[in-house]
């Protein structure tokens, strides 16, 4: 999670929303609230958004470092999160990813049914 507007990051709609809930107890100090804060947050929001049958959507948030972006989104397209077009289109000259990585972005998301299963199987432990 960013802790200035320096930082990239890349981050789901839950951790975006969950992390504005920690961002003032975070300005004034209270790092341990601010987790706890947050944590709350974002298990409660991604349950509600998973037993809803809403995917997970990666989006990037771009900070002031223009120097740090290549590592982050690099990670992201490395991680299957962003492909590697967005990614470079945001940064562009962005180092090309490796076939090996490339089969792993292109891994599809759960379809509705199988985030269903996963929900389902989250209530019954």
């Not at 298990?43 to 998973?50: D, L, S, W």
């Not at 590697?84 to 945001?90: C, K, Q, T």
């Not at 379809?111 to 269903?116: P, Q, S």
Request: with cysteine; net charge negative.
């Amino acid at each position: 999670m960013p802790f200035d507007e320096m930082k990239t990051v890349v981050w789901t709609d839950e951790m975006c929303r969950a992390f504005g809930v920690a961002r003032g107890l975070l300005a004034d100090g209270e790092r341990v609230a601010a987790r706890m804060a947050f944590k709350e947050a974002y298990t409660r929001m991604v349950g509600e958004a998973r037993d809803a049958g809403v995917p997970v959507v990666w989006t990037p948030s771009l900070g002031d470092d223009k120097n740090g972006r290549d590592a982050v989104l690099s990670e992201a397209v490395a991680q299957g999160k962003l492909s590697y077009a967005h990614a470079e289109s945001l940064c562009p000259g962005l180092p090309a990813p490796q076939a090996t990585v490339l089969q792993i972005a292109a891994k599809p998301s759960p379809t509705l049914l199988e985030l269903a299963a996963m929900a389902n199987e989250r209530r019954a432990a």
